[in-house]
């Protein structure tokens, strides 16, 4: 699980528990300017994912880590689908997050209104 | 961008879901996120498709209405679903949807008053009324049976 917030110009992300041990150091700060946008996306976790290296696994449990696919990396942090959101970067080490929100609807309006 | 402007204009945006646009347009999930940034990201667009494709006829249509009559028809004859829906439904919380519609129903109005030659608020409250109609959905009756009871427009 992840939680997201607005930290001034930044979206930070911080994995909870467990995940962050194959999750990047636990949080990451991307600037809101490289913040494409944001979306609910329950219908991903059965979308072929790539490649996975380095992370976890465990088809039809939880896609932890980074994945590539067609020449991009994703991060991947999804154990429930249905509270999945896809978080669309530019110039970052990764072109997406795929993450599990507690909240999908409250994290896309959370991102939105940053964006606005 | 036909299908998502359909998809939009048929049902709530929070009943259209990526599975949908990504098997309604025929793209992969991942050149969706890549070309678009998010669902709302493509909900813009498909927005401005339909203002272009749909709305700015019926401008065109309006300019050479001859009387209220034949203007309220030619509103509640386009297809204006995606305009009403975005109006009702993304406006009060998006504040980019919202200057999006605002202008496309003022280019409404404007096209009203010149081609009828009435005031810019007669022309606001012919669209209102046109736009309410859309929504009732008795498109034929209702704007005879108002028309008539207009005073003759100059």
Same mark, same amino acid.
């Given at each position: /699980?992840?939680?997201?917030?607005? $930290?001034?110009? $930044?979206?930070?992300?911080? /994995?909870?528990?467990?995940?962050?041990?194959?999750?990047?150091?636990?949080?990451? *700060?991307?600037?809101?300017?490289?913040?494409?946008?944001? *979306?609910? $996306?329950?219908?991903?976790?059965?979308?072929?994912?790539?490649?996975?290296?380095?992370?976890?696994?465990?088809?039809?449990?939880?896609?932890?880590? *980074?994945?590539?696919?067609?020449?991009?990396?994703?991060?991947?942090?999804?154990? !429930?689908?249905?509270?999945?959101?896809?978080?669309?970067?530019? !110039?970052?080490?990764?072109?997406?997050?795929?993450?599990?929100? $507690?909240?999908?609807?409250?994290?896309?309006?959370?991102?939105?209104?940053?964006?606005? | 961008?036909?299908?998502?402007?359909?998809?939009?204009?048929?049902?709530? #945006?929070?009943?259209?879901?990526?599975?949908?646009?990504?098997?309604?347009?025929?793209?992969?999930?991942?050149?969706? #996120? &890549?070309?678009?940034?998010? &669902?709302?990201?493509? #909900?813009?667009?498909?927005?401005?498709?339909?203002?272009?494709?749909?709305?700015?006829?019926?401008?065109?249509?309006?300019?050479?209405?001859?009387?209220?009559?034949?203007?309220?028809?030619?509103?509640?004859?386009?297809?204006?679903?995606?305009?009403?829906?975005?109006?009702?439904?993304?406006?009060?919380?998006?504040?980019?949807?919202?200057?999006?519609?605002?202008?496309? =129903?003022?280019?409404?109005?404007?096209?009203?008053? @010149?081609? =009828?030659?009435?005031?810019? @608020?007669?022309?606001?409250?012919?669209?209102?009324?046109?736009?309410?109609?859309?929504?009732?959905?008795?498109?034929?009756?209702?704007?005879?049976?108002?028309?008539?009871? =207009?005073?003759?427009?100059?």
């Amino acid at each position: /699980m992840a939680l997201i917030r607005i $930290d001034g110009d $930044d979206l930070v992300v911080v /994995m909870e528990g467990f995940d962050k041990l194959w999750a990047f150091k636990g949080s990451l *700060t991307i600037p809101l300017a490289n913040v494409r946008g944001v *979306t609910a $996306d329950p219908g991903i976790a059965t979308d072929p994912k790539g490649i996975r290296a380095p992370g976890s696994h465990v088809p039809g449990v939880i896609t932890a880590g *980074t994945f590539h696919q067609d020449g991009e990396k994703v991060f991947w942090d999804v154990r !429930d689908a249905s509270k999945a959101v896809v978080i669309e970067l530019a !110039d970052e080490r990764y072109a997406r997050l795929v993450l599990q929100v $507690d909240d999908p609807r409250a994290a896309v309006a959370l991102v939105e209104k940053a964006l606005a | 961008m036909r299908a998502a402007v359909e998809l939009f204009g048929g049902r709530a #945006y929070d009943g259209v879901s990526v599975d949908d646009l990504v098997s309604h347009l025929g793209v992969h999930r991942n050149s969706l #996120y &890549k070309t678009f940034g998010s &669902k709302r990201g493509l #909900y813009l667009i498909a927005l401005r498709r339909h203002l272009a494709d749909d709305v700015r006829p019926l401008l065109d249509a309006l300019g050479g209405a001859p009387d209220a009559e034949a203007a309220l028809r030619l509103v509640t004859a386009a297809d204006l679903r995606l305009l009403l829906l975005a109006t009702v439904e993304r406006a009060p919380v998006d504040e980019e949807v919202a200057s999006e519609v605002t202008a496309a =129903l003022a280019a409404v109005d404007r096209a009203i008053a @010149d081609a =009828l030659g009435v005031p810019a @608020d007669l022309a606001a409250a012919l669209t209102a009324t046109a736009l309410g109609i859309l929504l009732r959905g008795n498109t034929d009756n209702v704007a005879t049976a108002l028309t008539r009871h =207009l005073d003759p427009l100059p």
